[in-house]
């Protein structure tokens, strides 16, 4: 069913606050500008209005491709570059074993996020939404 919808308080989007979404939201405050950014957008994201179709291509670009082009998979590559040391100079000031060790778990967590399954339900989500 397609139904057009005018902005009304009875179909407003619920705010995020007392959410698990909003708890997360606050604690991840003031770590650093650009995690802050990140907070900024996902309750962008969180509170805009979406249409179906946008709700089905956000929910792909966020964790559901199937060939690693989302947000997911960008963040764990973050983490891989952040915890390379060739990446990261700070990491130069660890021993080798913590280098390597470092890397390692980096290079785990990207090889994780790209298990199909830790996609398939954002994916679902998204082949689900039919509009036309």
């Known amino acids: 069913m397609n139904v057009n919808h005018v902005h009304t308080a009875d179909n407003a989007v619920p705010p995020v606050d007392d959410t698990e979404l909003g708890g997360l939201l606050e604690d991840l405050a003031g770590f650093h500008a650009g995690i802050d950014l990140i907070r900024d957008g996902i309750r962008l994201l969180a509170l805009d209005r979406h249409t179906a179709d946008r709700t089905q291509t956000l929910s792909a670009v966020l964790a559901g491709s199937t060939d690693g082009t989302d947000v997911l998979t960008?963040?764990?590559?973050?983490?891989?570059?952040?915890?390379?040391?060739?990446?990261?100079?700070?990491?130069?000031?660890?021993?080798?074993?913590?280098?390597?060790?470092?890397?390692?778990?980096?290079?785990?967590?990207?090889?994780?996020?790209a298990d199909p399954d830790l996609h398939q339900h954002a994916a679902d989500a998204a082949g689900h939404i039919h509009t036309d």
């Open 74 to 113: 960008a963040i764990g590559l973050l983490v891989a570059r952040l915890t390379n040391p060739e990446s990261n100079p700070a990491l130069r000031e660890l021993t080798f074993e913590q280098q390597k060790n470092t890397q390692k778990a980096g290079e785990a967590l990207v090889f994780d996020l």
